[in-house]
């Protein structure tokens, strides 16, 4: 942990300036009001060439059981990634990345089923050519592996470099995650912020 906030909102210049040092914020709980910056000493990373789903995800996607769309409705994207038992996104950061989102630098991925319901999806923050993802969710069969997909396509399509997933797990590993040192990650941060791209569908 780097250093630590508390405010009603942390104003859009001052978490685009923790992304551009490699630090992100975090709470403790859904209810705290103050935030923690962080770093790690491994990094984890999706390479753009790496990135994979299974075949069950695959044939999800062809019979389009869900439909993508991005940046319709942020706030509900991150509501719903907090409603769990323990979070770290707290009241504090989704009215922080509301505003950062407004600022055109944070994004969601929604997926609606048949139905026009949200089924699932993932959000978070571009810079230059950076996209680091923050947090996905699915209330739907895959719906949140599938929004996965349509998020790398994105990237892919917009000449994004760096996909930060901030933590290597093992759940992230099945679609292409590695994990990198904390300096090579501050070189590749620094050669993706030289370009901008723009996250559009």
């Given at each position: 942990?780097?250093?630590?906030?508390?405010?009603?909102?942390?104003?859009?210049?001052?978490?685009?300036?923790?992304?551009?040092?490699?630090?992100?914020?975090?709470s403790?709980?859904?209810e705290?009001?103050?935030?923690?910056?962080?770093?790690?000493?491994?990094?984890?990373?999706?390479?753009?060439?790496?990135?994979?789903?299974?075949?069950?995800?695959?044939?999800?996607?062809?019979?389009?059981?869900?439909?993508?769309?991005?940046?319709?409705?942020?706030?509900?994207?991150?509501?719903?990634?907090?409603?769990?038992?323990?979070?770290?996104?707290?009241d504090l950061?989704?009215?922080?990345f509301?505003?950062?989102?407004?600022?055109?630098?944070?994004?969601?991925?929604e997926?609606?089923?048949?139905?026009?319901?949200?089924?699932?999806?993932?959000?978070?923050?571009t810079l230059?050519?950076?996209?680091?993802g923050?947090?996905?969710?699915k209330n739907?069969?895959?719906?949140?592996?599938v929004?996965?997909w349509h998020?790398?396509r994105?990237?892919?399509k917009?000449?994004?470099?760096?996909?930060?997933?901030q933590?290597?797990?093992?759940?992230?590993?099945r679609?292409?995650c590695?994990e990198?040192p904390?300096?090579?990650?501050?070189?590749?941060?620094?050669?993706?912020?030289?370009?901008?791209?723009e996250?559009?569908?």
């Amino acid at each position: 942990m780097n250093s630590s906030s508390s405010n009603k909102i942390i104003p859009p210049e001052i978490l685009l300036n923790g992304y551009r040092q490699g630090i992100f914020p975090m709470s403790e709980s859904r209810e705290d009001r103050k935030v923690g910056w962080y770093s790690a000493r491994q990094r984890g990373i999706i390479p753009m060439d790496r990135f994979k789903v299974s075949k069950n995800v695959e044939r999800i996607i062809r019979q389009e059981r869900y439909e993508c769309r991005v940046n319709t409705c942020f706030r509900d994207v991150m509501e719903e990634c907090a409603d769990r038992n323990t979070t770290w996104i707290s009241d504090l950061i989704i009215n922080s990345f509301e505003l950062l989102h407004l600022a055109g630098h944070a994004h969601s991925v929604e997926m609606f089923n048949k139905q026009g319901e949200l089924a699932g999806g993932l959000y978070g923050v571009t810079l230059g050519a950076a996209f680091f993802g923050e947090s996905m969710f699915k209330n739907s069969k895959e719906a949140d592996k599938v929004a996965l997909w349509h998020c790398h396509r994105i990237l892919e399509k917009n000449g994004f470099e760096l996909w930060d997933t901030q933590f290597y797990t093992d759940h992230l590993a099945r679609f292409g995650c590695i994990e990198i040192p904390a300096s090579e990650y501050d070189r590749r941060l620094e050669r993706a912020l030289k370009k901008e791209c723009e996250f559009v569908d």
